[in-house]
């Protein structure tokens, strides 16, 4: 009777076996026959929390990530989706890992025929992360690595791209990137430059930038020859100063004639004026975002500050501002013709404010309804700064209640999305407080919840849903999946 091998047992016995064998054995199995390949590359990717099954992979980059499995695997050839996340920690004095860990991400993704989207965190300040490029031949080191590891993701047919970075060029010597060019010869290598951007083989359709250093050279020449084929662009204008994005996005719409959807978050009060006067340059725009850092103008400076650019945005069918921003939108006579649907973002700070709530919304529901295409309007309000038990005092002054204004504006929310700010002990949702705060606006139909994250249990999403019943919401959104 002839022995058996390693390779005539059963799937599911090969798998409980190499459970128990260490990683790097695993590696060395995978490159004796496909067949352990797939088998031992799987049980790798089960210890890293990643489905070989799935089409896409969340990566941060480290001594054991699962990058190395990745690479030597060969039933891998496409991905839908690569999430990446490249630290930095400010105590490391040399960039040099970093930049390891961005060649290897690169010669991971050029094996690949394919990949669709991209999401890049380059020691990111949401990981507490942060690079500092301290001279310039630090600065070309990262310009050459991160350009070249770009051009290789558009070359893979990357269609929607996202680029977080934390990098800060802060010279020894202040002043030096602007003597630079007049020290080093122009034909200098030191002069930092990122790879061109590959021209003719671009299908990268959306854009999304958190970067400081992609608003300077070299960064943005590269990002200005990306924008070419870009119908979506998304920035964070919390990244840079208001001097730099006052000379980049004019440039930003001249080199992008195909974008159709503009988003912008993290907008500081300091740069409404500067994005309200260059927005018409934007002229093919259907769908417009502003999200803010905090509350923007006081309705008050608005109505007394007649120099406010008024952008015309004839072309927008979508537009999501804050409530102070919105009015001055809807203040010229035919605002906005092609408007089909409208987000309101009402911030709260130790209350809900709802008598100016009400107020703002009396005063923009004649406009509304004298609009041509009755925009639909969906209402953002962001509880988050409010405490779990605080009263939202959701009793309409009495001063208010007989106004037919008020109750026309009320009727006129037909959607309501609401920020919440849930702890992770908590297992429920207030549903009594969720029912009365729809109740206010009773033609209702969407109600979408966001819990920071943190997932309601299935009792409290149930006792939220009966309660609901009562009202005219036929749909509940919770943290992005249909109830």
Not at 120 to 126: D, V, W, Y
Not at 175 to 185: A, E, K, T
Not at 389 to 399: E, F, G, N, T
């Amino acid at each position: 009777m002839p022995r058996l091998q390693l390779l005539d047992l059963p799937t599911e016995i090969l798998l409980s076996i190499l459970e128990w064998v260490e990683t790097k054995t695993l590696y060395q199995l995978a490159f004796l026959s496909r067949r352990l390949n797939s088998i031992a590359l799987r049980v790798c990717f089960r210890r890293h929390e990643l489905d070989p099954d799935s089409n896409s992979v969340e990566l941060t980059l480290g001594t054991r990530d699962a990058l190395s499995a990745l690479q030597i695997s060969f039933f891998i050839q496409s991905l839908d989706h690569i999430h990446c996340c490249i630290p930095h920690y400010a105590f490391q004095t040399s960039i040099a890992p970093f930049l390891r860990h961005i060649k290897r991400l690169e010669t991971f993704i050029s094996r690949l025929t394919f990949v669709r989207r991209v999401t890049l965190h380059l020691a990111s300040h949401e990981g507490n992360w942060r690079i500092k490029l301290k001279t310039v031949d630090e600065l070309c080191a990262w310009s050459s690595h991160v350009g070249d590891l770009l051009n290789c993701i558009i070359k893979r047919g990357c269609q929607w791209l996202t680029i977080v970075d934390g990098s800060e060029f802060e010279p020894i010597h202040p002043g030096l990137m602007d003597r630079i060019r007049h020290i080093i010869p122009l034909h200098s290598k030191r002069i930092p430059v990122m790879p061109r951007f590959p021209s003719g083989q671009s299908q990268i359709t959306t854009l999304v930038v958190n970067s400081a250093s992609f608003l300077v050279s070299p960064g943005i020449n590269w990002i200005l020859a990306a924008l070419g084929q870009v119908t979506s662009l998304g920035l964070s204008m919390a990244s840079g100063s208001p001097r730099t994005w006052s000379k980049v996005l004019p440039r930003m719409a001249a080199a992008a004639p195909h974008l159709t959807v503009l988003n912008l978050s993290n907008v500081p009060d300091s740069m409404v004026t500067t994005i309200l006067s260059i927005l018409d340059r934007f002229s093919h725009l259907t769908r417009l975002h502003i999200h803010s850092q905090r509350r923007l103008i006081p309705i008050s400076t608005l109505q007394h500050a007649p120099h406010l650019p008024s952008p015309s945005l004839r072309r927008i069918e979508t537009l999501t501002a804050v409530s102070e921003l919105v009015e001055h939108f809807l203040s010229p006579i035919n605002p906005l013709p092609n408007l089909h649907a409208l987000r309101v973002g009402w911030r709260v700070h130790t209350d809900l404010r709802l008598p100016a709530l009400l107020g703002f919304l009396a005063r923009i529901t004649p406009k509304l309804n004298a609009h041509p295409r009755t925009p639909y309007l969906n209402l953002d309000i962001d509880l988050c700064a409010l405490s779990t038990d605080v009263d939202l005092s959701l009793h309409i002054p009495p001063a208010l209640v007989g106004r037919q204004d008020i109750a026309a504006g009320r009727a006129r929310v037909m959607g309501l999305t609401l920020h919440l700010n849930v702890t992770e002990d908590a297992d429920f949702i207030y549903a009594e407080g969720m029912t009365q705060l729809v109740a206010l606006f009773p033609q209702t139909v969407l109600l979408s919840l966001h819990t920071g994250g943190v997932t309601p249990s299935e009792s409290a999403t149930a006792r939220l849903v009966e309660a609901l019943e009562q009202t005219k919401v036929t749909d509940i959104v919770l943290n992005g999946e249909r109830l």
